[in-house]
């Protein structure tokens, strides 16, 4: 008997592996093995950009590949030796690059608590967005911002999203004050995801 074949859903095509298509793929060496067995729950969001304040240059790519030169840069001299990454960054343009894949464990929460669960890294996505504490982002990057966790909740069991001043409180701010949770929420409205600011 011969039976149609279903056309692939948008939510499959859209992923290989951990890796989201839509995404410029830079790997990062900065990443490990989630914990067996564990859910990826949670979605962190970031901002970043290197020097502080200045947009568009390849600083961040180079800080989550290791290839950030400390003396291209006096800001730069404080970051020598680190070793971070976040799965997602989304340029000022909207542009999406990918450095982890979502199956692994990304370097972005550090020491983190959310809802008296430690080490966010385990079972989060981070989302860097290139911008500054206090300063706003870009409609672009909201747009993209929308469509990435849309793809997210579509592949895993996203329960949240949140800030990581949210669950690294006193040591950290981003995304900071300027950042937008009420535009988010409408442009990604999401069954069942909580948007925790
Ligand atoms: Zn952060």
């Known amino acids: 008997m011969k039976r149609a074949k279903a ?12 890796w989201l298509q839509a995404a410029r793929r830079v790997d990062s060496p900065n990443f490990g093995p989630r914990p067996e067995g564990t859910a990826i729950e949670l979605v962190v969001i970031h901002s970043i950009s ?3 304040g200045e947009y568009g240059g390849d600083a961040i ?30 340029r000022r343009d909207g542009e999406l690059i990918q450095f982890v ?24 996505i981070g989302i860097e967005l290139e911008g500054l504490e206090g300063e706003t982002f870009e409609e672009a990057q909201y747009e993209r911002l929308g469509a990435t966790l849309v793809a997210l909740a579509g592949r ?7 800030s990581h001043e ?5 040591r950290k701010r981003d995304p900071g004050a300027g ?4 535009g988010l929420r409408h442009r990604a409205a999401l069954p069942g995801v909580d948007f925790v600011p």
């Open 61 to 90: 790519e180079r800080l989550f590949t290791n290839r950030l030169d400390p003396a291209a840069h006096p800001w730069f001299e404080r970051l020598r030796g680190v070793q971070v990454s976040a799965h997602f960054l989304i």
């Open 156 to 162: 895993y069991p996203i329960r949240a999203v949140t």
């Open 7 to 18: 056309a692939p859903s948008a939510a499959r095509t859209a992923w290989r592996g951990g």
């Open 166 to 170: 949210r669950i690294a409180p006193g």
């Open 101 to 124: 894949s979502c199956a692994k464990r990304a370097w972005h929460a550090g020491e983190s608590n959310w809802n008296g669960r430690p080490g966010c890294n385990d079972f989060s």
């Open 50 to 52: 290197l020097p502080p």
């Open 179 to 182: 950042f937008h949770w009420a």
